[in-house]
C-alpha cells in the first residue's frame, strides 16, 4: 500500500515537477547559448575557425584591459553594499523598534523613491556629484547605486527586525546591553539572513547596471564592466564583435551565479522573515 501511495505522490507532483523544469530550460538558455558562442567560431571574431578562448583574449586586451573593468565593477559593487547594508540597517532598526512623530509616514516616503523612474534623476544627480567633485568617480557612482537601492533594503531590514521577538532585546537590555549593545550581540545575528538577501541584491544590482554608469562615467578607464562590454561591441567602425561580447555575457554572470548558488538559502530565509513573523 505504502509504494502506491508514494507513486500516487509522485504522480500529484508531476505538473509542479513540469512547470519547475519548463522554467528552469526558458532562464538558463540565454546563459548556456552564451557560453556556447563565447567559445563557437564565428567569422568577424578572433575565433573565427574552431572552438577556443579567442574572444576571451580579445575581451582581455581591450582598452584598459579586462582586470581594469573587473576591478571597477568590484569596486563599485562592494562600496554600493556596504553603503546600502550600513545606512538599511539602521534606517529599518529605527522604523521597527522607535516610535516618533511622522514615523510611518517617513516610511511612506522612503517607499515612494520606488515610484520615481530611475532615469529622470540621473541628470540632476549627474550635477549634484560635479558640484560635490565627485563626477566620474568610482565612489560617486556607488552613491547613486546604493541610493536607489535603499527604500527596498530599508523594508527588508524593516520586517527583518519585526520578526525578532522584542522579548530577546529586552532580556539583552536587562542584562545591561545597551541600544548598540543588543543590537550588535542580539539583532545582527537573528537578522542575518535579511542582511545576506539585502547585501545579494544591491551586489546584483551594481555589479549588472549600465545605465548609471553610461551617464555618470566619461573616463573608459574608470568604466564597469558592463560598459565596457557595450562599448566593445562597436569597437571597428560599428562593426559588432558578437563572440567578444557573448564572453563579456559569460564573465559577468559567473559571479552573480556562483554568489546566489552559495547564498540562495539564506536568501529565500530573508524573503521569508516576514510571513514568519510570530
Not at 556556447?36 to 575557425?49: H, I, K, L, M, N
Not at 568610482?138 to 527588508?156: D, E, K, R
Amino acid at each position: 500500500m505504502e509504494p502506491r501511495m508514494k507513486l500516487t505522490s509522485h504522480l500529484g507532483r508531476t505538473p509542479y515537477y513540469v512547470l519547475a523544469g519548463g522554467l528552469a530550460v526558458i532562464f538558463m538558455f540565454p546563459l548556456v547559448w552564451s557560453a556556447f558562442a563565447s567559445v563557437s567560431p564565428q567569422a568577424g571574431t578572433a575565433q573565427d575557425e574552431g572552438f577556443g578562448f579567442g574572444n576571451y583574449r580579445t575581451l582581455l586586451e581591450y582598452d584598459a584591459g579586462l582586470w581594469q573593468y573587473l576591478w571597477n565593477s568590484t569596486y563599485v559593487s562592494i562600496a554600493t553594499v556596504v553603503l546600502t547594508l550600513g545606512v538599511s540597517l539602521l534606517g529599518g532598526y529605527a522604523f521597527a523598534r522607535f516610535d516618533f512623530p511622522g514615523k510611518n509616514v517617513l516610511f511612506l516616503l522612503t517607499l515612494a523613491i520606488l515610484m520615481v523612474p530611475y532615469a529622470t534623476l540621473l541628470i540632476p544627480l549627474y550635477v549634484l556629484l560635479g558640484n560635490l567633485n565627485l563626477s566620474n568617480t568610482l565612489i560617486g557612482l556607488s552613491l547613486v547605486l546604493a541610493m536607489y537601492q535603499l527604500p527596498f533594503a530599508t523594508f527588508m531590514m524593516r520586517i527583518s527586525f519585526e520578526a525578532v521577538p522584542r522579548e530577546l532585546e529586552e532580556s539583552a537590555q536587562v542584562d545591561g546591553c545597551g541600544t548598540f549593545g543588543a543590537l550588535r550581540r542580539i539583532l545582527l545575528p537573528a537578522v542575518k539572513p535579511g542582511l545576506i538577501t539585502v547585501g545579494l541584491f544591491a551586489f546584483l544590482a551594481a555589479w549588472n547596471d549600465f545605465i548609471a554608469p553610461l551617464i555618470l562615467i566619461s573616463d573608459s578607464s574608470k568604466a564597469p564592466l558592463p560598459l565596457a562590454i557595450a562599448n566593445l561591441r562597436q569597437q571597428s567602425m560599428g562593426a559588432i564583435d558578437y563572440g567578444a561580447t557573448e564572453a563579456g555575457v559569460v564573465v559577468l554572470a559567473v559571479p552573480c551565479l556562483a554568489l546566489f548558488l552559495l547564498l540562495q538559502r539564506h536568501y529565500i530565509r530573508g524573503f521569508m522573515s516576514g510571513a514568519l513573523k510570530g
